[in-house]
């Protein structure tokens, strides 16, 4: 019977004991790993080879970063930073440089130098998928060693038809412009700016690639610039009235204001402000027989130029313009006069009469000539507002103030 019970046994027992044995080793579709970011090797790899090929991008107001793209004349870094198509500077001996392409919907350009740079061009790689390892690389512009470039590893976190997301954030922030590439160094994106961890699809890159290759879409002149309204300002006014009087002394009269506006800027380089001011009569001439008080509403236009004399982060301009100002005007003045009474006794004591009080409107359009310098945001300014019907009563006008 004992061989009988082990058989039975065994019979029993095999069938139960399979599926166990299969349940050790789940499927493969169960089994979810993240893709590992790249080695330690290959991020010291990329930091010589990557590194020497991204360079320092200056242009007004703005520091920014690219790399050589295409030929070792050419960079690619963000439309916004060189939005204004001149004053553009790149690499350490600072070679001025033009835009001969640009995407503005994808913020790309793609930049062009006299001389060869010293990086060799970087290659482009293909549009990573959701979770793929990239490198960020910024040469740290601010340190003591820009040849020596931070690489940030990260992933992909998010896409779109048109960007990615990283979680690529590099000791001080990712520069506009700076390229993301693959554990390999190709490229995969371009970086918008510093936290947002934004970047644009390597897609695009290519596009632009390909019209400057074939001159497709591309402007027969390089970027100039374009146009823009939003350049509001708030200035600190200061007014010099300076009156001849046939017969008496000359008056000079003083005024302070405020006054609020915007301008139009063309190419960065044609100007067109629109002022509105209010100021009021703080110094006026004064006389023993009269009080003078006043106060001025003034709306200025007109064009000027605007001459680059320092681009880089903190840009100088020179702006001489010509316009008109209209002006309305209320002066109020308050004259007293003096009686003697008869008296047996000399002198005669003197009373002060009531005062006289007179009020004057005026309307005034004046021819204005005036020049500026532009520090930054910093404006301090000089104009001389012409007025045609008294020439006495023409203004020299003093303004400092700010461009937001």
Known sequence: MRPMVLLATISVLGPLAAPAAADDSPPEAVVATAPDRCAPADLR????????????????MTLATGFVFHSRRHVVTTFSAVETGRGILVGEDRQEATVVA????????????????????????ESPALGDPVVGVDPRHW???????????????????HRLRTDVIAIAGLGAGSPIVDCSGEVVAVAHGSWSGLATRVEHLADLEDRLAEGAEVPAEPYSGGWSLAHPSLSFIGQIEHRKRPGFDDRHDGWLGLSLGTALIGDDRWYFPFR?????????????LDKRTGYRFQLETGVGYRFLLLGGEVP???????GVTLAGERLTTERYSFATSPCAVEPCPVAVGDPLRVDRDMFRVMPTLGLSAQIGPAEIGYQFQLDPKDPSR?????????QF
Not at 143 to 161: K, N
Not at 394 to 402: C, E, I, P
């Open 45 to 60: 790899a990329l930091a010589e080879r990557v590194g020497g090929s991204v360079v320092r991008v200056e242009a007004p």
């Open 102 to 125: 640009y995407d503005s919907a994808h913020d790309l350009a793609i930049l062009e130098v006299p001389s060869p740079l010293a990086g060799r061009p970087l290659d482009l790689g």
């Open 143 to 161: 340190l003591d060693e820009p040849d020596a470039p931070i690489v940030q590893p990260g992933t992909v976190t998010s896409l779109s038809d």
């Open 316 to 322: 100088i301009y020179l702006v001489p313009k010509i």
């Open 276 to 288: 509105l001011g209010i100021a009021g009569l703080v110094s006026p001439d004064r006389t023993p």
């Open 394 to 402: 023409s203004l020299h006008q003093m303004t400092v103030g700010l």
